[in-house]
């Protein structure tokens, strides 16, 4: 049994598009402040999972239950959603199409080269940006650490947001982790990948 995926209603403040940004300094929702909205209807509904957009929804951003910390909530970056998306992606396969090529940027993650490993799927790096990676011939899922997938390029060959917030089938309550890959490889390029996450300083004025 898995655990029901119930939508919530979208924060009361980011209801309505405002290019004033009254609640954020920047619209992305990597950037610091930009989910504590929703990590209070969170809370208050105990939803495990929260996913958010940028508002021209070309950015997928995902965060987990997680008590260890003072927001009960763990944001994933680029480099943890990344390889998790494209295993899900491999494992739902019954077997890829000849010629697949699971595609990241340079500069992201090596996970996803893990997670296609270990499903005989060939890998590949481009360089950094959608324009190398949605060119890669034989594509079935690309990403780039900057919470940006491509997850059904046979609809759009491009990063989307709206084709990323489908989630995968959920693990039975409680069990929903940084790193679900069985596989140890996977598990093992997230837990390297996360010694390299580092945040920039806040602008100033």
């Known amino acids: 049994m898995t655990s029901p ?3 919530q209603p979208i924060t009361s403040q980011q209801q309505d598009p405002d290019q004033g940004l009254p609640i954020v300094i920047l619209s992305k929702p990597e950037e610091a402040g930009a989910l504590d909205e929703s990590y209070e209807l969170a809370r208050e509904v105990g939803a495990e999972l ?3 957009n940028d508002p021209d ?3 997928f951003s995902a965060a987990i239950s997680d008590s260890a910390l003072a927001a ?3 944001q994933l970056s680029g480099d943890e959603a990344g390889p998790l998306l494209g295993e899900d992606i491999t494992s739902r396969q019954t077997g890829a199409p000849d010629g697949s090529v699971f595609t990241n940027s340079i500069v992201s993650s090596r996970g996803l080269a893990a997670a296609a490993r270990a499903h005989d799927i060939r890998a590949f790096n481009p360089l950094t940006g959608f324009k190398w990676i949605s060119r890669v011939p034989g594509l079935p899922f690309g990403f780039e650490e900057a919470l940006s ?6 609809v759009v060959r491009d990063k989307d947001g709206n084709f990323s917030t489908a989630p995968p089938e959920l693990p039975p309550r409680g069990r929903l982790t940084h790193h679900r890959s069985d596989d140890p490889s996977v598990r093992e390029s997230a837990d390297h990948a996360d010694r390299f996450i580092c945040r920039r300083s806040p602008a100033i004025a």
């Open 5 to 7: 995926v119930i939508y």
């Open 50 to 52: 929260i996913i958010a």
């Open 57 to 59: 929804v070309d950015r």
């Open 72 to 74: 009960d909530y763990s």
């Open 149 to 154: 997938y491509c997850v059904d390029p046979t």
